[in-house]
Nanobody, 121 residues
Framework: QVQLVESGGGWVLPGGSRRLSCTTS????????MNWYRQAAGKERELVAR???????SYADSVKGRFTIARDNVSKTVYLQMDNLKPEDTAAYYC???????????????WGQGTLVIVSE
């Protein structure tokens, strides 16, 4: 069955770094767009980083220049390297896999359970 498991969250000092990992199984990882979303308490979920099946990347303006998304199609893992963390980065971070549907392939989307990142003194 499909699994997406995030890890690497925890408490970090402002200005510090953290690397999140999302290990996956049960689907054709290399064909999916992989995303990192986050949701802060009382806020709506937002997309922070995306990497396509061809490794094209995009970032939310709020994290551009500080976060880097990467994927390893051999280990079927997507990473989010977070540098120069700020208190406003505090959130639950979720790994997401998405594939558009075609005539022969149905649309698919999967989510991990999330990992909490707290940035504070």
């Amino acid at each position: 069955q499909v699994q997406l498991v995030e890890s690497g969250g925890g408490w970090v000092l402002p200005g510090g770094s953290r690397r999140l990992s999302c290990t996956t199984s049960g689907f054709t990882f290399s064909t999916y767009v992989m995303n990192w979303y986050r949701q802060a308490a009382g806020k709506e979920r937002e997309l922070v980083a995306r990497i396509s099946s061809t490794r094209t990347t995009s970032y939310a303006d709020s994290v551009k220049g500080r976060f880097t998304i990467a994927r390893d199609n051999v280990s079927k893992t997507v990473y989010l390297q977070m540098d120069n963390l700020k208190p406003e980065d505090t959130a639950a971070y979720y790994c997401n896999a998405f594939r558009d549907g075609t005539y022969n392939v149905h649309q698919s989307e999967y989510w991990g359970q999330g990992t909490l990142v707290i940035v504070s003194e």
